[in-house]
């Protein structure tokens, strides 16, 4: 049976250059010199990456933060992998850290919610929750394609890839 993966998944590569080039612009630039503004990148499991984000102040943070967006966007990689709604936290002295999740798979519902609006749009299609991707199957490739674009559509707010296209 035709069938196609939805998939949340960054590009790694491009997102740890991306990280790169913005902790080198801190570097030279001249309102960050003297301060311990930076961005790591790390690894908390198999697939679970965060960002932080360093600064001495509000204001640097924010700047931090504008700078790795502009870098992220120059690399091609959709900000939307971001959830930067974690509030700042306060380190020894003035240093703000600020944690920054990188999704990756997706979640419970959010496949719920594709799940849902492939039943709601009356194609041939269904879907299935296989860890953290959805697996959706149908008789033709061209309700499998409506389907893609229905996704594409309706899901605004998450930066979904369709892989594994078998005909």
Do not use: C, W
């Not at 991306?18 to 801190?26: D, P, R, S, T």
């Not at 979640?107 to 799940?115: G, H, L, Y």
């Not at 998450?158 to 594994?164: H, K, M, W």
């Amino acid at each position: 049976m035709p069938s196609f993966d939805v998939v949340l998944e960054p590009d790694l590569v491009e997102l740890r250059n991306a990280v790169e080039q913005a902790n080198k612009e801190i570097g030279t630039r001249f309102d960050f010199k003297g301060s311990s503004a930076q961005v790591e990148l790390t690894q908390q499991g198999a697939s679970q990456r965060e960002l932080a984000l360093l600064a001495d102040s509000d204001f640097q943070l924010q700047q931090v933060r504008d700078l790795l967006l502009a870098r992220l966007a120059k690399r091609g990689v959709d900000v939307r992998y971001l959830d930067l709604t974690a509030k700042p936290q306060k380190l020894g002295g003035d240093r703000l850290r600020q944690p920054v999740a990188v999704k990756s798979g997706v979640d419970a519902e959010t496949a719920r919610r594709v799940q849902q609006l492939l039943k709601a749009s009356k194609l041939k299609v269904q879907g299935a929750v296989q860890g953290d991707i959805v697996r959706v199957t149908g008789a033709k490739r061209d309700d499998l394609q409506a389907a893609i674009a229905l996704l594409r559509r309706e899901v605004h707010d998450l930066p979904l890839a369709f892989t594994n296209f078998r005909a």
